[in-house]
């Protein structure tokens, strides 16, 4: 039996069994001109997981950015509790909230902002100096990042000429991919995961056609952007864990070979590597599909598309 409370923490997917993201609360940014939040190094901390893709394209790019001792980190465990994220001093996890010494995330939001009662998401982008949250919003962290004067001005994420193909490409991949999985894994209807595991696959084999189409390295051709970044936490999560736990299995991504080439080229990166924790995943996805998924919210368990038998 599932407690009320933790239905408040697993319950994914609304009445007509379709899960819808939650749009993130604080929304403010980080810019020369702010009236408050400048781009200044040692001001702000990143409170991420290891699991969740969204964190990780923060860590990915604060990485990639070298932005490590200018932007601090705190690390929670990768499992969502019944009473969400936690700080447990374990496999790299922090012993505690390094501001208010709290153990769960959902008192970082509360220290903030005591009437806060939507979900207790990370990344969060807290401001150490105002103790006030920045940004729940993991696409706009990212942008954030890029306007530090101390980032490495070598890699430009978001090139101006090149804005409007990364925006069209991130819309559709945010859409049919990274979000696609969950709206795969946590539907609670056989009718809306037939219907995402489909859109999920047609943009998978959307993809492999761009990436195999000239031979290109990365997305958008020769140079890495945002769009590829915003890409590999879903990819990386791919085979280990979507595959079996949110049912995405009529293929894998390394039946896609330009595709799984490109997975391994990131890979091969250290900014991405050092950031890749398959173990932690897989713990991680195991739990959320277990008490995320169909199995709490209906007795009529949904059958799975793939995997299709080559015969
Ligand atoms: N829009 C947010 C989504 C973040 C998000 O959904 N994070 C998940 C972890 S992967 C989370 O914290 N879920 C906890 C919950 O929904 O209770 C972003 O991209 O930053």
């Not at 609304?14 to 403010?28: E, I, L, P």
């Not at 012993?95 to 902002?113: A, F, K, N, Q, T």
């Not at 000429?161 to 969950?182: F, H, K, P």
């Not at 897989?282 to 169909?294: D, H, I, L």
Request: charge should be negative; aromatic fraction near 12%; charged fraction near 25%.
């Amino acid at each position: 039996m599932t407690s009320a409370k933790e239905a408040r923490i697993y319950t994914q997917a609304d009445k007509d069994g379709q899960f819808r993201r939650q749009n993130a609360f604080f929304r403010d940014t980080i810019s020369a001109d702010h009236p408050v939040f400048k781009p200044d190094s040692g001001r702000y901390l990143l409170y991420v997981n290891t699991g969740c893709p969204w964190a990780n394209r923060t860590i990915l790019v604060r990485n990639l950015l070298k932005l490590q001792d200018h932007v601090d980190i705190t690390y929670l465990a990768p499992i969502l509790s019944p009473d969400g994220w936690y700080w447990d001093g374990k496999d790299g996890a922090d012993e505690r909230d390094p501001i208010w010494g709290h153990h769960l995330i959902r008192d970082v939001y509360h220290s903030v902002e005591p009437s806060y009662d939507l979900r207790y998401t990370v990344p969060v982008l807290l401001d150490k100096q105002t103790k006030r949250i920045v940004s729940n919003e993991s696409s706009e962290i990212i942008r954030m990042l890029y306007t530090f004067p101390s980032a490495d001005s070598k890699l430009d994420l978001y090139p101006l000429a090149m804005r409007s193909d990364i925006d069209a490409l991130n819309e559709w991949i945010y859409n049919d991919i990274n979000n696609g999985v969950y709206k795969t894994g946590f539907a609670a209807s056989q009718a809306v995961y037939d219907e995402h595991v489909r859109t999920l696959f047609r943009a998978l084999d959307r993809l492999e056609a761009l990436l195999s189409s000239d031979g290109r390295q990365y997305l958008l051709g020769s140079e890495l952007t945002e769009a590829d970044v915003r890409l590999y936490p879903t990819i990386a999560r791919f085979d280990i864990s979507y595959h079996y736990a949110f049912r995405c299995n009529l293929r894998k991504v390394s039946d896609y070979p330009a595709l799984q080439a490109w997975f391994k080229r990131l890979y091969a990166q250290h900014e991405f590597r050092s950031a890749t924790h398959f173990d932690q995943i897989k713990v991680g996805y195991t739990m959320a599909a277990a008490k995320g998924g169909w199995d709490t919210q209906t007795d009529r368990p949904i059958v799975p598309a793939g995997p299709v038998l080559d015969l």
